[in-house]
C-alpha cells in the first residue's frame, strides 16, 4: 500500500483452507481487502468479498493509455508475483484488446534473473505504453531499466507492488509511475473524519485498507443491530449478502456471485518519491 507499510498481497495460489472449515459451520466470512478471482476448489457458501477483484482495476488501465494516446503497450507479467500478478497482467492485455491497442505480453518465471534483457526486447518493438505486474523489487529492477533507455511512455505498476520497496530501491526511476488501487488514501475528502477520528485515538495517520476494513466492520456491526437480538449465522449472511450499505470508501452491495457490485478504484501516481492521490479512477 502506497507510502506506508506493504499491501496486503497475495499468496501465490493460496488455496484459503480456513474458508471451507468456517463455511462447513455456516460463518459469515467477509474480506475488505484480498481481490482474487478465485479461493481454491471449493465454492463457499458464505463468504463475500468487500473489495472490487483484480479484473477491474486492468479496464481503467486500459482507458487510461488510451487517453494518453498510447499506440502500441507492453504488458510484462512476473511469476513471481503470484497469482495476483497473473490476474491483473492477463486481464490487463484483455483489456487492451478491448479498447484497441495492440499489446505484446511477456510472461518471466519466477526464477528469472535479471529482466533488464527483456525489457529491452520488448522496447525493440516500440510501445508507448508499458504496465508490470509483479513484485515491488522487481519492479524497481525493471523502472531502472526503463529509465536507462530513456522511455517515456505511460507506466502503470500492478498496485500489489506498490509499496515503500519500489519507491525505495526504484529511486528517480519511480517517478511518473501510475497505480490503480481499490484503497482509497487517507487524505481524500471523503474519509477525512475518520482520519481525524483515527489519529486522534492511535496517534498516527490511518494506513491504506485501513477505512476499507472500518467499512466493512460497520456493515457487519449493523446488520447485526438491524437483526436485533442475536441472529443466526445463516440469518446474518443473508442481511449482509442482500443489503446494500453505504459506507465511507463505497457503497457495499453483492452480486449472485458474492462479489461486490460497482468498480470504486483509485489513481495514484509517483511524484517527488511518494504516491500522490489523483482521485477515483471513473469507467
Known sequence: MPG????????????HPGLDAYDARLVPQLTASSAQETYGTAQPRHFLQAVPGYGVSPALIALRLGKAGARRAGVLIDR????AAWQLGHTTFQSLGVVRIPAEPRVV???????APVVAEMLAREPDGFVYTGTPARAA???RALAERRFTGVRVLGYPAADQEFLTAAGTAAEGWQIFAPYIDPSAARVRGFATAYRRRYGSAPPYWAAEAYDVARMVITRVT???GRPSRT?????????????LVRTYAFGENRTLKGYDVFRYEVRGGRYAYAGEAAL
Do not use: H
Not at 5 to 15: D, E, I, Q, S, T
Not at 109 to 115: I, V
Not at 235 to 247: E, F, H, V
Open 226 to 228: 438491524e437483526a436485533g
Open 80 to 83: 513471481d508475483g503470484g497469482i
Open 109 to 115: 518465471p519466477r526464477l528469472a534473473g535479471d529482466l
Open 235 to 247: 440469518r446474518l449472511y443473508d442481511l449482509l449478502a442482500k443489503g446494500t450499505y453505504k459506507g
Open 4 to 15: 506506508r507499510a506493504g499491501p496486503a498481497r497475495c499468496p501465490r495460489c493460496r488455496r
Open 141 to 143: 529492477a525493471v523502472a
